[in-house]
């Protein structure tokens, strides 16, 4: 009963909200990327995971995000593309029958990537199998915590065009930061899912 009424609320936000439409160049062509919002109840509540990525040589270098990464040709649909980014860097072996929904896609402009963002929720807590070549760091946390108003702040992002604007941030327990796509997944699913969660 809960995962329909979840899966009916994410059906419902995508058909009453509309994406975030950028001017996208098309030469070269953007990339295409999955990430999961693997939702999973523990101690009586709901959580949901993120990485830390490792230090590297690029855009996302550092930063707190979703499992996930850049379709595959080999890659069936952008399902498939998720889950296999979600066993390649946390070692969580997703079930496609447990996806219920997605998000709105959404343009990466420093990395030239629109995210597909899908959304599964998980019979049992996860074992994370961290991939020590992509992620620095495994950590959950809880609906209830994600949805307290003193851990939101704002960050400027510059847009395409050149002008900043305000996007919410999410503050973690090891004093971390939620920001840039992620967030504004993180933000989306909250909203989606405030009737049920």
């Not at 889950?83 to 029958?97: A, D, K, P, Y």
């Amino acid at each position: 009963m809960f995962v329909t009424q979840l899966a009916q609320a994410l059906q419902n936000y995508l058909y009453q909200t509309s994406p975030v439409r950028w001017q996208i160049s098309q030469s070269p062509q953007p990339q295409v990327a999955a990430v999961l919002l693997a939702l999973f109840w523990q101690q009586g509540e709901w959580h949901l995971p993120f990485i830390l990525r490792n230090t590297y040589a690029g855009v996302h270098s550092g930063q707190i995000g979703f499992p996930g990464g850049r379709q595959d040709a080999a890659d069936e649909d952008l399902i498939a593309t998720a889950l296999r980014e979600t066993l390649e860097e946390i070692g969580v072996q997703v079930c496609r029958s447990q996806v219920i929904g997605r998000l709105h896609e959404l343009y990466v402009p420093p990395s030239h990537t629109i995210v597909h963002p899908i959304v599964a929720v998980l019979p049992a807590p996860p074992v994370f199998s961290p991939n020590p070549r992509e992620v620095a760091e495994v950590f959950t946390l809880s609906i209830s915590y994600l949805r307290r108003p003193d851990i939101k702040g704002m960050r400027a992002v510059t847009l395409p065009n050149g002008a900043t604007a305000p996007f919410t941030t999410f503050r973690t327990p090891a004093n971390g930061e939620i920001w840039g796509a992620t967030a504004r997944m993180l933000s989306e699913f909250l909203a989606a899912t405030a009737p049920i969660l």
